[in-house]
C-alpha cells in the first residue's frame, strides 16, 4: 500500500512495509500497521474498470479483527479501495503493484 486516509505512512510500515495482494481463487491477504487480515475476494467491476469486493478477518495488535471492502483499478493503473472495519474504522487505500 502506498497510502492510506486514516493513517500515515510511518504506521503502515509499522512493522513490514504495508500491503494488500489478491491471490487465485478468491484468497489474499493485507497487511499494515500491526493489523494482519486475510482476504476472501470476488470480482466485481466498479465503474468500468477491473474490481473486487471482500470481507476480512485477522488481527489488530492481538485483537481479533474483521470487516469488508472494495478495490478497483484506478485510471492510472493503481489500485484504490476501502477498508470497513466491523464496528470501527473506515479507511481509503491506495496501492501500486510490486515488480
Known sequence: MTGMTLWDNDFMDAEVPAFIEFRGEGRGAFQFGYVS???DWQSEPRQGRSG?????EGND???PTSGRGWAAI???GSLV???HF???DT????AVRKR
Open 37 to 39: 487480515c486475510q482476504i
Open 52 to 56: 473486487a469486493v471482500f470481507t476480512f
Open 61 to 63: 495488535e492481538m485483537d
Open 74 to 76: 484506478g485510471p492510472d
Open 81 to 83: 479501495g476501502k477498508l
Open 86 to 88: 466491523h464496528r470501527g
Open 91 to 94: 479507511s481509503g487505500f491506495s
